[in-house]
């Protein structure tokens, strides 16, 4: 399974990329704007510097809504540099610029998935990467987790190569739901994925193997 992490903010980018364990960052626009990060030139810098750091794919969202507009933002996007992934919203003009850029070979995100309905069109127009929010289904007393596995299922039946992207990822135990379940990528902040770390039998252990260890001394 590859680990995403899903920030605009370079210091946990690089936070995240020095555990050796980051295999690319999601965007969206509301990340953009919490790190400040406005103007057409500031955002496209913006993604540059992530792919500077980060070895592997950057999700970049298009703003736009209509096809056209989709498809003039994601090409600038994609001819960016080669680890742009361009993330277009599950909408009717969406799926049409996902096939789109699918015919072309600009690879996709397609985000703001909440039902298997929407990640069968996602995948039937070609999307790279789908990415189910599960943490926003959970706060709506839905199982988040439900859709991850029905996605799972039907892209198993017929053989969908489009990659299970779980997003809205908030904690652990959703990652390691998420594993078990057999997505292909989470995206998270970084604390859920350092709360993998953490055991307190890990932390007595090693306690008691740094007194013991002076005994040998
Ligand atoms: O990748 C989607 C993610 O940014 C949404 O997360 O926590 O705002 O639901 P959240």
Do not use: W
Not at 35 to 62: F, M, P, Q, R, W
Not at 138 to 164: A, C, K, P, W
Not at 172 to 194: E, F, R
């Amino acid at each position: 399974m590859k680990f995403f992490i899903d920030t605009a903010n370079l210091a946990m980018i690089e936070e995240a990329n020095a555990l050796g364990i980051l295999d690319g960052v999601t965007t969206n626009p509301s990340l953009m704007a919490k790190e400040g990060i406005s103007g057409k030139e500031n955002i496209l810098n913006h993604y540059l510097t992530i792919c500077d750091i980060v070895d592997g794919d950057v999700s970049a969202e298009v703003i736009g809504i209509t096809y056209d507009e989709m498809i003039k933002e994601g090409e600038e996007l994609a001819a960016l540099h080669p680890q742009i992934v361009v993330k277009v919203p599950i909408i009717k003009d969406g799926i049409k610029a996902i096939k789109y850029f699918s015919q072309k070979g600009i690879r996709t995100n397609c985000t703001l998935i909440f039902s298997a309905g929407q990640a069968l069109l996602a995948a039937k127009a070609g999307a790279t990467y789908v990415s189910p929010f599960l943490g926003r289904l959970d706060d709506v007393s839905t199982d988040g987790l439900n859709l991850i596995e029905e996605i799972r299922t039907i892209y198993d039946n017929f053989g969908f190569e489009t990659q299970i992207l779980a997003a809205s990822v908030r904690h652990s135990m959703h990652i390691i739901n998420c594993a078990k379940i057999g997505a292909d990528v989470v995206t998270c902040p970084l604390p859920p994925i350092l709360s993998l770390l953490k055991h307190p039998l890990t932390d007595s252990g090693l306690e008691q193997f740094i007194k013991d260890s002076q005994k040998m001394k």
